[in-house]
Structure formats: C-alpha cells, structure tokens
C-alpha cells in the first residue's frame, strides 16, 4: 500500500545534458558580460557604483568593443577580457558542433552556423536542447560528456573572475554575525571555488551561520555554502526573508 498519500509527487529530474544546456543557456550573459553571475537580476544591487563595479563596468565596455570588432583583439592587453572572449568563442564552435550533430541525427533542417561577429551560443544551445529532447534517453546519454565539458569550461572561467569576492548583501540567516561582529550587519557572503572535479563555484558564508537543513545546498569547512545552479533559489530565499521581516517587523 502506498504510504505517501497526500504528498506532493516528487518531480522526475532532467536529464543532466538537459541540465547542464539550461545551465549554459541562463548563464550565457554573466560569461559573456563578465559580470558577477546573475548580479544584475539581484536584490542587492548597489545603484551606485563602487570602485569595483566602476571597474567592471570599464571591463565590459572594452569587451563590447572587442564584440563589435572580432578582429581587433589584440587592442587591449588585458588579459582577462580576451580569456573571457576566448572561452565564449570557443562555446559557440562546440555549440555549433553539437547543434549539427543532433540535426543530422534528427533529420531535422541545422542551424546556420554562427558567423565570426557572433557572441550568443544561445541560439544553437537551445536548438541542441530541442532535438535532444525529441531524440531521447540514448541521445541525450551520447551528448552528456560532451555538454558536461562545455559546462566545466564555462564555470571555471566564471570561477576565475569570481572567486574571492564579496557579495554586499546581508546572509538572511545570520545577518551577518561574526565571531569579531555578533551583533551582526558584515558582509559574510563570498564566492568560493569547492574543491572538486570539476572545482565548483559557490557562495559560502563565513558567518555564524546556520540556516535550517534544507535551505543549505552543501556545508564546506562547518560553514554553509550554495553551489551556483542553486543561486536563483538562493536569492529568491533571500529576497523573500527580507520581504518577510519587512511586513511583520521582526529585525
Ligand atoms: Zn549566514
């Protein structure tokens, strides 16, 4: 007899090429843009411009230049625009690859492939997606290795950009209580790389921190850390706690 009656089916996870291809589609602009992932869709954006976003926002008005011009990359040194670009450029041929893989095997028309002034691998990222879907389970066993090194790759450059810094948003749970500030109010969220293969990318706070078991995507070091395909709940956490006390006027 079935015991769970009543409760909420669990819902049958994807496919972890299909996955790993959502990953890549929602995070294509923060790579592209080099910019903090998902920043700018956040509660806690600064509407002022700190030094380092001053400088971030420099770094992305060269990088829109580099887009305009492919062929004028070597105008600037700085090596992390081009590492950026590089990493981009080297996603949309294996996007490309791959979309024309799986439209052959679909029989389905292929995508043009992209030009050389093209920056999106969108496009090609959610054809793939599209014909995996329709050619299933086996299909999508032979493409995962493939998707799961693009996904690799497209993190660790976002790990290299990110790792280290802070992010200015008071952790929901401990309010950012230190052993060196218990009343709180410091900034405990940083971005880490978690060792690993691949080495992941994730948020950890470094406060007195213990939010309850199942908002906590992993623990690292005794202290909690979110792991970046979990930063949209994160956030969405954060911003519902604050909107939380806001109405009922807990501080
Ligand atoms: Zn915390």
């Known amino acids: 007899m079935r ?8 819902q049958p996870a994807e496919h972890a090429a299909i996955e ?15 910019r903090l992932p998902l920043a700018t869709r956040r509660p806690w954006q600064t509407p002022t411009l700190s030094p380092e976003a001053q400088e971030q926002r420099d770094a992305e008005a ?3 230049r580099y887009f305009r011009n492919p062929l004028a990359l070597g105008e600037s040194a700085a090596p992390l625009d081009v590492a950026v670009l590089q990493t981009a450029l080297d996603l949309i041929v294996q996007a490309d690859d791959l979309a024309a893989s799986l439209a052959e095997a679909a029989m389905c028309p292929a995508l043009p492939s992209p030009g050389l002034s093209v920056t999106d691998a969108r496009p090609w ?6 014909r995996l879907l329709d050619l299933g389970e086996e299909w999508q066993d032979w493409a995962a290795p493939h998707i799961h090194r ?9 790990s290299m950009l990110y790792t280290g810094q802070t992010i ?4 929901p749970w401990c ?11 410091t ?15 994730a948020i950890r706070c470094a406060g007195i921190c213990e939010p309850p078991q199942k908002e906590v995507g992993t623990w690292w070091g005794g202290q909690p850390c979110w792991p970046i395909w979990d930063w949209d709940r994160l956030a969405r956490r954060a911003r519902d706690l604050q909107v939380d006390e806001l109405s009922t006027g807990v501080r």
């Open 3 to 10: 015991t769970n009656l009543g409760q909420t089916p669990v």
């Open 20 to 34: 790993s291809l959502n990953w890549l589609i929602e995070y294509w602009p923060d790579l592209l843009e080099a």
């Open 62 to 64: 060269r990088l829109d």
């Open 125 to 130: 990222l959610a054809y793939a997606r599209a």
């Open 150 to 158: 693009m996904y690799e790759q497209a993190a660790k450059q976002l």
């Open 168 to 171: 200015k948003v008071l952790c």
């Open 175 to 185: 309010r950012g209580a230190t052993s060196a500030a218990p009343a709180g109010g």
């Open 187 to 201: 900034y405990t969220w940083q971005i880490v790389e978690m060792p690993g293969k691949p080495p992941q990318i």
